[in-house]
């Protein structure tokens, strides 16, 4: 089993970004620093070497760290070769598809445009992590900035595609937002009920809904449920292509 433990830290408004590290040889990644001090600190804390920082995507909200980061502990920045310019103090450039090694795991990045043209996310193969950005929320998905509804399809169909168990890390807290939608088309979803219960309980307590599982989005998350005849047909989008029931409900959410 992977001994690399994850960090949520909670930045801004409603932004998550995570610290991956090795306890042992307390080497660590940042993903998506939104600001730095909460991060600092956390790194100061646990007296952690961190060497990289992993960008999903170039928005504010997501490299606001950056460069202060970079200054302070010497760290290398990775994202995507075909956003680099967009992506404050980036050093190290990588292209889709292309796996990079870290404490005994292998990083694969994945690309994946619809909220930005430039978006990618990262699949911890052995720990089973993947960090998604703003591709897939629990219980949602992003909204198309850069890109079309077709290119957020096939993205946030790659991420579906992940082994169940693999732990889904996204960028905010939506998911009480995104459950009143769900709720809204897919009522009758007994997994969906059930899980309803949990957020509300983790939210009463002050809690992260996040990490969440391919398997219980596959459940719940409505964006990844448009084979699904039940929603279709309260669409009114009866025998249908999935990627039309995406496109609509992304229309839909944008204006709920």
Same mark, same amino acid.
Request: proline share 4%.
């Given at each position: 089993?992977?001994?690399?433990?994850?960090?949520?830290?909670?930045?801004?408004?409603?932004?998550?970004?995570?610290?991956?590290?090795?306890?042992?040889?307390?080497?660590?990644?940042?993903?998506?620093?939104?600001?730095?001090?909460?991060?600092?600190?956390?790194?100061?804390?646990?007296?952690?070497?961190?060497?990289?920082?992993?960008?999903?995507?170039?928005?504010?909200?997501?490299?606001?760290?950056?460069?202060?980061?970079?200054?302070?502990?010497?760290?290398?920045?990775?994202?995507?070769?075909?956003?680099?310019?967009? %992506? +404050?103090?980036?050093?190290?450039?990588? #292209?889709?598809?292309? /796996? =990079?090694?870290?404490?005994? *795991?292998?990083?694969?990045?994945?690309?994946?445009?619809?909220?930005?043209?430039?978006?990618?996310?990262?699949?911890?193969?052995?720990?089973?992590?993947?960090?998604?950005?703003?591709?897939?929320?629990?219980?949602?998905?992003?909204?198309?900035?850069?890109?079309?509804?077709?290119?957020?399809?096939?993205?946030?169909?790659?991420?579906?595609?992940?082994?169940?168990?693999?732990?889904?890390?996204?960028?905010?807290?939506?998911?009480?937002?995104?459950?009143?939608?769900?709720?809204?088309?897919?009522?009758?979803?007994?997994?969906?009920?059930?899980?309803?219960?949990?957020?509300?309980?983790?939210?009463?307590?002050?809690?992260?809904? %996040? +990490?969440?599982?391919?398997?219980?989005? #596959?459940?719940?998350? /409505? =964006?990844?449920?448009?084979? *699904?005849?039940?929603?279709?047909?309260?669409?009114?989008?009866?025998?249908?292509?999935?990627?039309?029931?995406?496109?609509?409900?992304?229309?839909?959410?944008?204006?709920?």
């Amino acid at each position: 089993m992977s001994q690399l433990k994850v960090n949520l830290i909670k930045c801004l408004s409603d932004n998550y970004s995570y610290i991956i590290f090795n306890p042992n040889s307390k080497k660590a990644i940042i993903v998506d620093p939104a600001e730095a001090k909460p991060l600092v600190d956390v790194v100061n804390k646990l007296n952690l070497n961190l060497e990289y920082i992993l960008i999903t995507h170039h928005h504010e909200d997501h490299v606001g760290g950056n460069i202060e980061l970079k200054n302070k502990f010497n760290c290398k920045i990775i994202g995507y070769a075909d956003d680099a310019n967009r %992506i +404050p103090g980036i050093d190290i450039t990588i #292209k889709d598809k292309e /796996i =990079f090694n870290f404490e005994d *795991d292998e990083i694969q990045l994945n690309f994946s445009p619809g909220h930005t043209s430039g978006h990618i996310f990262y699949y911890f193969k052995k720990s089973k992590l993947a960090f998604v950005g703003d591709v897939v929320f629990s219980l949602g998905c992003g909204r198309i900035f850069e890109g079309n509804s077709n290119d957020m399809y096939k993205s946030v169909m790659k991420i579906k595609s992940l082994p169940n168990e693999v732990k889904i890390f996204c960028g905010h807290e939506y998911t009480e937002s995104n459950l009143k939608f769900c709720l809204a088309y897919d009522e009758n979803n007994d997994h969906l009920k059930q899980r309803a219960t949990e957020v509300k309980d983790l939210r009463n307590k002050g809690l992260p809904t %996040i +990490p969440t599982t391919v398997l219980d989005e #596959k459940n719940t998350n /409505i =964006f990844f449920r448009c084979n *699904d005849k039940a929603i279709s047909q309260k669409l009114g989008l009866e025998g249908q292509p999935p990627e039309k029931v995406f496109k609509k409900l992304r229309e839909l959410k944008d204006n709920f």
